[in-house]
């Protein structure tokens, strides 16, 4: 199971950071990512992090978010600074591993980017 929170409503170059609480998975051996999805849009990626600590950024979050995880907390992290409106979304936590894989997905958290 993956539980979202740190969602809200925040101003143009504000900040806020999200976290996923995974229970249920051997966490330390899993990619994480987090998505997001747009009302009318697909859901994409905004960054994963490996099981061995490499991260990837969509080009949108590259320099202003970054994605981290917490073995002992069975944590992952996604720290949003100079937050724009079309960062708003619907952000989800992603988990994939297991043998065999398997995809979990936790239920979202609402950003909301506005003045």
């Known amino acids: 199971q993956l539980v979202e929170s740190g969602g809200g409503l925040v101003q143009p170059g504000g900040s806020l950071r999200l976290s996923c609480a995974a229970s249920?998975?051997?966490?330390?051996?899993?990619?994480m990512g987090w998505y997001r999805q747009a009302p009318g849009k697909q859901r994409d990626l905004v960054a994963l992090?490996?099981?061995?600590?490499?991260?990837n950024y969509a080009d949108s979050a590259r320099g202003r978010f970054t994605i981290s995880r917490d073995n002992a907390e069975n944590t992952v992290y996604l720290q949003m600074n100079n937050l724009k409106p079309e960062d708003t979304a619907v952000y989800y936590c992603?988990?994939?591993?297991?043998?065999?894989?398997?995809?979990?997905w936790g239920q979202g958290t609402q950003v909301t980017v506005s003045s």
């Open positions: 992090i490996t099981s061995a600590g490499g991260t």
């Open positions: 249920g998975i051997t966490f330390r051996f899993y990619q």
């Open positions: 992603n988990g994939v591993g297991g043998v065999p894989s398997r995809d979990y």
